[in-house]
Each structure stands twice: as structure tokens, then as C-alpha cells.
């Protein structure tokens, strides 16, 4: 592959252009396209990057922490860092160390103490929807909701609660919009309010096995590892802006599927035991992430195609998840579908640390509005979010029977 003299990079001609202008679903006409004709292309866009369409291939690169690398560049397009945030921009050995002060805290007994504080969102929110002139799924539901359940789980008071919801939301959609004034002030307020909870955590005498904060902070300071104040801190911000993207665009998406397929909605309501099921057809369908990249190490092959060392692979999860060649009917909903080994959370060393909590928040959250309305429809056009996360932005919709 002849490169640049100058710059050090490939000399290839593009293969392939995100679409910009997207509406919901149209991507996986992209996706399919791309599997079938050139599964693993070459994109100018977002400043050069590899999309890795297949399951076998998205498999291959997110478990061979060898070859492939976050430590450079983690998303498309490249980001300049401040500072890197654990851990999602650490390779293993270090990188390690923080899944080992955070994953106890997202264990599935942990996570579910935080139930009712998630029931008592939804419902709230729920019932706002009969209060708007013209309710939003997202702006007024998924938003807020997803704000709130991780205000819970960092355990932090009422007020504060209302704050990380207002600035949360504020940034989620400041990213969308790409406005960077509001989005360096919003970044800021968040790095405040994880230094705030994280400096007052260490008084309180939080138990570290069950508090994500003063599992952070013990971590911090046993001098066998290398996680220090600063990083921790870094880590809980880490976590905010993780947390609220993905659970958001998917119960979004949800929420339009529903909307879409009244059969399903009905059947769903009256079966609400089916509700987990659904939900991993969900997460397959409409799989949230498709910017989070590796970079290799060193010059290698993928897919016959040589990537030469530090250019990004983007990983397109929601396009694996829609791969004939792992799922039968790729694109229909199945509701008993068997072996949904899905990879909407990742896989490997960076697999998303807090995939029970997204599962319950999913759960209560289309429990609560299944439960507390008699039906909902589409009241508008739904607008797509960027190229950042695959879901919806705006999701007008018409509620009915909302009970108190
Ligand atoms: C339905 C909800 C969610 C989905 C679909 C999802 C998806 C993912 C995926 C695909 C990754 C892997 C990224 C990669 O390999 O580069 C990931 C990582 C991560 N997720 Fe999630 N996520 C969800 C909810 C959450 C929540 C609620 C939190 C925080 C409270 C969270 C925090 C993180 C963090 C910190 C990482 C990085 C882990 C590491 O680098 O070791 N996620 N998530």
C-alpha cells in the first residue's frame, strides 16, 4: 500500500460515505448493502477510517486486545483529548484495573436495589406525557429517564438529581447539535458534579462493594494499581456520558418499533412477562453504537484487507447484529428467539461493564408506559440523532389513556 511521503497515511480512494440525512431503519439498508458488496470498506469521512460491517469480524477485532488498541483513538471521528477516561481509552494491563473497581458495583444484586428509584422515574414520566400539549418520546421520556436512573445508581440527593438530569439532557442534545459552547459548559458542570459527589462519597462511609463511587475511591488508594483521585474522577464523568447515550437511543428506538407494530404493543401490554425477550430484540435490531473503533497496533489484515498500523476500524454493531450469516430472518423481530447472542453490549475486555443496568432500565422503563397507557401512536415525523449513536432524536407521539 503506497503512503503519503508526508503524512504517513494510505494513498486508497473511498469505498463508502455514512449517510447524513437518515430516517428510522434506513441505515440497515446501508449496512446490508455493505455486508454483501464490501464488508469491510475504506472511508474518507470523519477523517479515514475502516467500518467493520460482519459479526465475525466485529467478534475478531473487539477480543484481540494484542493486535487492536483504544488508547489512541476510541471513537469516529477522532476526538482530541484532554485527558484520557478510563476505561474506555486504556488498553489492558491498566485498563483492567478500573473494570476491577467498577464491575462489582454493576452486578445484577446491586443493580436491582435501584428498581424502585428507576419505577418511580418511569412512572413520573409516564404520566408528564398526558400533561404536554405534543409529548416527545425522547425529550420527555427516554431523556430524563435515563438521567435519572443514573443519578440513582450514583446515589446522589433529590436536588442534585434534577441538576444532572437538566444537564445531561442539555448535553446529550448539544452533541447532537454539535454546539460547542454548551457542550464545553455542560462538560464542565459534569466534571464538577463527579468531583462533588466523589470528594463528599469519601465522608460518607459508602460501602465499595455496592457504591460505584466508593469503589472507585478505595480503588484509589491501594497503591498496587494506578488509579488515583484524578483518573477516578475522570472515571465517574466517563460514566455519566456512557450511560446516558446508548439507553437512551434504545428505548427510543423501542418506543418508534412499538409505535410502529400495534400487534406487538397489545400483545406486550397484556404479556408483560414477555417484555425481556422483546428487549433483546430490541438491543439487536436497534443496536445503538456503531462509532466506537480500535485502532491496531501494528500493520495487519482484516477481512483480506490490510489496515495499517494506528488507522481507526469502526465497529458497527448494530449492522454484526443484522448479519445473515449469525442470524436467521436477520431483520425481523422474533420474539422467542433462540440464541440472540446479540452484540449490542461488545465483547471482550471492553464489553460494556453495565449491560444489566441498561437491561432493567429498558425493562422498567417500557413496563411503566406499557402499564400506565392504553395505547401510542406516531403523531409526526421521527427524526434521527447523528451519525454518534443510531437512534431516534424526536419521536412525536399521541398517547392515549394515561393513568394516574
Ligand atoms: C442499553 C444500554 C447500553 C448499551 C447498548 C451499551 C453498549 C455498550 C457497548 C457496545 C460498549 C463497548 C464499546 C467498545 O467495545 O468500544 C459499551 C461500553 C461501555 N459502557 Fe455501555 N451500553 C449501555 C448502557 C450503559 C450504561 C447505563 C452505562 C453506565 C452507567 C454504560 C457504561 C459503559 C462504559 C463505561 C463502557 C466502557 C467499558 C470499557 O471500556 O471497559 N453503558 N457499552
Not at 477516561?85 to 484495573?97: G, K, S, V, Y
Not at 401490554?269 to 445503538?288: N, Q, W, Y
Not at 406499557?370 to 401512536?377: A, D, K, Q, V, Y
Request: include cysteine.
Amino acid at each position: 500500500m503506497p503512503r503519503c511521503p508526508f503524512s504517513g497515511a494510505a494513498a486508497r480512494a473511498s469505498e463508502w460515505s455514512p449517510d447524513r440525512d437518515e430516517t428510522f431503519g434506513s441505515a440497515h439498508g446501508d449496512y446490508a448493502r455493505l455486508r454483501e458488496q464490501n464488508p469491510f470498506p475504506w472511508s474518507e469521512d470523519y477523517g479515514g477510517f475502516w467500518a467493520a460491517t460482519t459479526y465475525e469480524d466485529i467478534l475478531a477485532v473487539t477480543q484481540d486486545d494484542e493486535l487492536f488498541s483504544t488508547a489512541t483513538q476510541n471513537v469516529v471521528p477522532h476526538v482530541p483529548r484532554s485527558s484520557r477516561r478510563p476505561p474506555l481509552h486504556f488498553d489492558p494491563p491498566e485498563h483492567t484495573e478500573y473494570r476491577q473497581a467498577i464491575d462489582p458495583v454493576f452486578r445484577r444484586s446491586v443493580v436491582m436495589a435501584h428498581r424502585q428509584a428507576f419505577t418511580d422515574s418511569a412512572r413520573d414520566l409516564v404520566q408528564g406525557l398526558a400533561d404536554h400539549p405534543g409529548p416527545d418520546a425522547v425529550r420527555d421520556f427516554a431523556a430524563p429517564f435515563v438521567m435519572d436512573a443514573f443519578a440513582a445508581v450514583l446515589g446522589v440527593p433529590r436536588e442534585m438529581t434534577r441538576e444532572i438530569r437538566e444537564v445531561g439532557v442539555r448535553y446529550g442534545f448539544a452533541i447532537q447539535d454539535m454546539d460547542d459552547a454548551v457542550i464545553a459548559e455542560c462538560s464542565a458542570r459534569l466534571y464538577e458534579i463527579a468531583e462533588t459527589v466523589y470528594r463528599e462519597r469519601a465522608q460518607q462511609g459508602a460501602d465499595p462493594g455496592r457504591d460505584l463511587v466508593a469503589g472507585l475511591h478505595r480503588a484509589a488508594r491501594d497503591p498496587s494499581n494506578g488509579i488515583t483521585d484524578t483518573t477516578a474522577i475522570a472515571t465517574v464523568r466517563q460514566l455519566i456520558v456512557a450511560g446516558m447515550g446508548a439507553p437512551q437511543a434504545v428505548l427510543g428506538s423501542s418506543i418508534v418499533h412499538l409505535a410502529q407494530d400495534l400487534d406487538l404493543q397489545q400483545h406486550l401490554r397484556a404479556h408483560p412477562e414477555d417484555l425481556p425477550s422483546a428487549i433483546e430484540e430490541f438491543l439487536r435490531l436497534h443496536s445503538p453504537y456503531r462509532v466506537f473503533a480500535r485502532t491496531a497496533k501494528r500493520d495487519t489484515v482484516v477481512h483480506g484487507r490490510t489496515v495499517l498500523q494506528d488507522e481507526p476500524i469502526a465497529l458497527l454493531f448494530p449492522s454484526a447484529n443484522r448479519d445473515a450469516a449469525r442470524f436467521e430472518r436477520p431483520d425481523e423481530f422474533v420474539l422467542q428467539r433462540k440464541q440472540n447472542s446479540h452484540l449490542a453490549f461488545g465483547r471482550g475486555s471492553h464489553r460494556c461493564p453495565a449491560a444489566t443496568m441498561g437491561r432493567l432500565e429498558l425493562l422498567i422503563a417500557l413496563e411503566e408506559l406499557l402499564r400506565h397507557t392504553s395505547g401510542f401512536e406516531l403523531a409526526g415525523e421521527v427524526r434521527m440523532m447523528n451519525w454518534l449513536e443510531y437512534g431516534p432524536r424526536s419521536v412525536p407521539l399521541t398517547v392515549h389513556g394515561v393513568q394516574h
